[in-house]
């Protein structure tokens, strides 16, 4: 019998996503971009049995973070931040001409922010050409931007490196990150992440370089189709019982909308060693329905 | 074996393929060429056991199988050129467009009938499950004869962007996103000739930033008509969404990256989404297309055969585009 499982409202609704139709997405229009209206249905589905929120760190989910910190309801509930907001970065790479005009418009936001840790550590990085002390710089932007966004009602559970830094520093071998990632965000005693699509390849990765598990937390894709289970469900399913320790947390569970609620649960309550899962709802029913029939179910 | 590979350029392109070339067993990534000292001296610091260097003539002499070309657009032809020309390896993938214009597309593509090797032109949208699904849809006859498609390349890139961003060193809207939807009807239709074309600029003067263009089938027994539509000032686009609407005789069917929708006339109709298609990959990064992509390309250079879509295949799309800019030109000189 597995333990109550951690349950997280997702954002990808509230960034304009649909995987399973782009269309789709384009054609809900602003509503669900809308930080009040977002922040409603987060809300709702935390009266509904969610813990918490899984979501990446953009000006829409801070606005969002900041309406719940001042709204009534269910105290602290479980922040669980992914960064960097990978589409925004590549927008503004994309206006600013390419990597180095990214990198001077992020220096000078850190600059600005007043976040004299954040500022030292950018100088120290850029001086020492020291890409560690830089992860720590924006790590130390983005907490402190999260932290005045949430206010004291909400508990920064854990800051996780959004998928596709974890996927490229997984593919290019940068066991350094993942180490040093690791070591500061215990040293600020927030619960270190890693959010990506190659589960299996991270998990054997992550036995190759002495990663302890117990560490760290998880976010890949569990679903009864496979879907984006790289580079199989069998091989990802397999590398789950290897991972006891780790806090695993599934998203994709509904395959990107293409299954539904009943299925994409009778397949996660037999998975061993998953501590939790995020899923995205776009209207107040669903928020109401999905997690009250989650917190039942699971 | 295992194919020698360096990769120029380390935008965000760049740092794609060397990724994916990371984890193919058939491949290793020998080196990386920036010429941002900035970006130089932390990738040397961040990704070891790769020489990082700022010259392409460094590369000479590494015994490379292949070189990645993922730097801005007008570097395209230079570059190549010199890989070529130096010696540095004898196949060559880059990313979309080939090339500035046409005439350089035509120059890179007499380059390479003396040079040989395998050439490739990073048309991605080729290895979306579901382009292929609709490629197959038509191949087979399904919808009879085409009548008319409407292509569309949408993005919120520069919404809102001011004058002075960098659209140039893109080219415009049909050569950075457009180009994708070209290629995709060159490939499902064979060759397009323009009938009319309007380009308008949003941001500034010099920028192309949306753009409307009739073409017909030429050369061919089709009597096929077709329009694109491409803009990258799009509200609600977060992702770049490209797609086409295909009219037979016998039927409809569009297709877009998630999904198609094919309705036939006798009433019947099928939805198959990305799930449906065998859309799974080793490693995912970025789409599952580029895996594919790589996996092709370096496939054909360790067994010899070719790579579509070519540099001769790819020119195909600058012709297209040329065409607009000519017979916008025209229109224009018609108006005064």
Redesign the interface.
């Known amino acids: 019998m597995n333990s109550k499982k951690l349950l997280l409202v997702g954002d990808n609704p509230f960034h304009g996503i649909s995987h399973l139709s782009q269309e789709r997405a384009t054609s809900r229009g602003n509503d669900l971009t809308h930080p009040s209206y977002a922040a409603d249905l987060v809300r709702k589905s935390l009266e509904n049995g969610a813990d918490g929120f899984m979501f990446t760190v953009s000006e829409t989910t801070l606005s969002i973070l900041r309406i719940i910190s001042q709204g009534e309801g269910r105290n602290r509930p479980q922040l669980y931040a992914i960064v960097p907001y990978a589409y925004e970065f590549v927008r503004l790479a994309v206006l600013a001409g390419g990597v180095p005009g990214l990198a001077m418009k992020l220096a000078q936001q850190i600059a600005f922010s007043g976040n004299w840790k954040a500022i030292v550590n950018g100088l120290r990085g850029v001086i020492g050409t020291d890409p560690a002390s830089l992860l720590r710089s924006y790590i130390l932007y983005e907490a402190s931007r999260l932290k005045s966004s949430a206010g004291k009602k909400a508990t920064l559970a854990s800051i996780l490196l959004h998928e596709v830094v974890t996927d490229m520093a997984l593919a290019l071998n940068i066991d350094w990150l993942f180490r040093t990632h690791i070591e500061f965000m215990l040293d600020c005693r927030i619960k270190p992440g890693f959010e990506t699509r190659n589960f299996a390849y991270l998990v054997k990765k992550f036995e190759e370089w002495g990663i302890d598990f117990r560490k760290v937390v998880i976010a890949a894709p569990f679903n009864p189709l496979g879907f984006q289970m790289c580079p199989s469900r069998d091989e990802c399913e397999e590398a789950l019982t290897r991972t006891p320790e780790a806090e695993v947390i599934a998203f994709s569970i509904l395959a990107a909308g293409y299954l539904k609620l009943p299925e994409a649960i009778e397949y996660i309550a037999n998975l061993p060693n998953l501590s939790g899962l995020a899923v995205g709802v776009s209207k107040e029913h669903h928020a109401r329905e999905t997690f009250r029939l989650l917190k039942e179910k699971l | 074996m295992k194919a020698k590979v360096a990769v120029v350029g380390?935008?965000?392109m760049g740092?794609?393929h060397?990724?994916?070339l990371?984890?193919l067993d058939d491949v290793e990534l020998v080196a990386l060429c920036e010429k941002?000292t900035?970006?130089r001296?932390?990738s040397k610091?961040?990704?070891?056991?790769v020489s990082v260097v700022a010259d392409l003539a460094e590369l000479y002499g590494m015994g490379l199988d292949a070189v990645y070309v993922t730097t801005?657009l007008p570097s395209h032809l230079p570059i190549i050129k010199a890989i070529y020309t130096k010696g540095i390896a004898h196949n060559v993938f880059v990313e979309k467009p080939l090339a500035s214009s046409y005439a350089e597309a035509e120059e890179l593509c007499n380059l390479t009938r003396n040079e040989g090797g395998v050439n490739m032109v990073g048309y991605n949208r080729r290895f979306s499950v579901t382009f292929r699904k609709a490629k197959q849809i038509l191949d087979e006859g399904t919808l009879q004869e085409p009548s008319f498609f409407e292509g569309y390349a949408y993005s919120s890139?520069?919404l809102g962007?001011k004058m002075g961003?960098?659209t140039s060193?893109?080219g415009g809207v049909i050569s950075d996103l457009g180009c994708h939807v070209v290629d995709l009807a060159l490939w499902f239709f064979g060759q397009l000739e323009v009938e009319r074309a309007k380009l308008e600029s949003l941001i500034g003067s010099d920028s192309e930033d949306s753009a409307y263009f009739k073409v017909r089938a030429s050369g061919g027994p089709l009597a096929l008509e077709g329009e694109f539509k491409s803009s990258w000032c799009m509200e609600?686009?977060?992702?770049p969404?490209i797609?086409l609407l295909v009219k037979g005789s016998n039927g409809t069917m569009k297709v877009?990256?998630?999904?198609v929708e094919l309705k036939l006339d006798d009433g019947r109709s099928f939805l198959w989404?990305k799930?449906d298609l065998g859309?799974?990959?080793?490693?995912?990064?970025?789409g599952t297309e580029y895996l594919r992509e790589d996996e092709l390309f370096i496939g054909s250079i360790l067994d010899g055969s070719n790579a579509e879509p070519s540099f001769q295949t790819a020119c195909k799309v600058e012709e297209i585009i040329d065409q607009v800019k000519r017979v916008k030109e025209n229109s224009r000189g018609n108006e005064q």
């Open positions: 380390l935008g965000k740092l794609l060397a990724s994916i990371s984890v941002s900035l970006v001296r932390f610091r961040i990704i070891q056991g801005p890139d520069f962007a961003s960098k060193s893109r609600s686009y977060r992702l969404e797609g877009d990256e998630d999904k989404h799930h859309d799974d990959v080793s490693f995912f990064i970025g």
